[in-house]
Each structure stands twice: as C-alpha cells, then as structure tokens.
C-alpha cells in the first residue's frame, strides 16, 4: 500500500476502489453501481431464450435511455471519472462490447462509441483481450 492509501491490485493502468475517502471515491462507487444496475442488468433479457421480442425490444429501449445518459455524462471527459481511467471504465467497456452481440448498434450514440473505440485501444485493454482470446 502506497503512503497516499491507494492500493494496486496489479492491473495496470486502473485505479481501484481503494481510492482515499473523497468526492472521486464515492463517484467511483455511483458509476459502479449504475453500470450494475441500470447497464448490465438490462442486457440479462437477450441471454435468456425464454425472452419474448417484446421483453427485448423493452429492454433495447431501456438500454438506450441508459446510453443516452452515459452519453451526456461523458461530453468533454475522456473517462467516467475525467481524465483517469477507473475500474468503472472498465467495466461499462465489457458491457458496451455486448453490444455487437445482441445487435445493438452503438454508432445511435456517437460520444458512447467514441469511448468505447478509445478504451479498446488501450495497451492494457489490448493484452487483457488477447489474454482471453478475444483478439488475436
């Protein structure tokens, strides 16, 4: 542990939750649990094979009214947080890639898809995607 209370976890390039008690810190945790709960959650109806096309056709809507948050939210920051990549960018960077497989076009938010394209470039982003084999 760093004299200043961060704590790396060994990823390189992310700041972790261990972040000092701060604004940026409880930031961090509101991301986290957008992405969890209003994201992620409504990508659950298009894994399921009993879901109705209506039930995904809800649930594409729901998604774009999320994205278009997360839209606005990002207008003039590189990342969720500002100019520091954070394990939230990380993670609204693994759903936002469920996207293409369940046929969301993510160029309907241009700003979301320029983040999405800016995070997959990333040297870490790069060899955590080779290391799972989803990239040569």
């Not at 992405?35 to 992620?40: A, D, K, R």
């Not at 809800?58 to 990342?79: H, I, P, T």
């Not at 500002?82 to 996207?99: H, I, K, N, P, S």
Request: glycine share 8%; charged share 20%.
């Amino acid at each position: 542990q760093a004299e200043d209370g961060i704590r790396d976890i060994g990823v390189t390039g992310v700041q972790t939750c261990a972040l000092p008690i701060s604004l940026a810190r409880y930031r961090l945790h509101e991301w986290l649990g957008y992405i969890n709960s209003e994201v992620h959650k409504n990508f659950s109806p298009f894994f399921s094979p009993a879901t109705t096309d209506e039930q995904k056709a809800a649930a594409r809507a729901n998604l774009g009214k999320r994205f278009d948050f997360v839209q606005q939210s990002l207008e003039g920051r590189d990342f969720l947080l500002g100019a520091d990549f954070t394990v939230a960018d990380a993670y609204l960077f693994t759903v936002l890639g469920w996207c293409r497989l369940v046929g969301i076009d993510l160029g309907q938010w241009p700003g979301l898809q320029a983040y999405h394209k800016r995070i997959a470039q990333r040297p870490s982003t790069q060899s955590a995607m080779r290391a799972e084999g989803l990239i040569k």
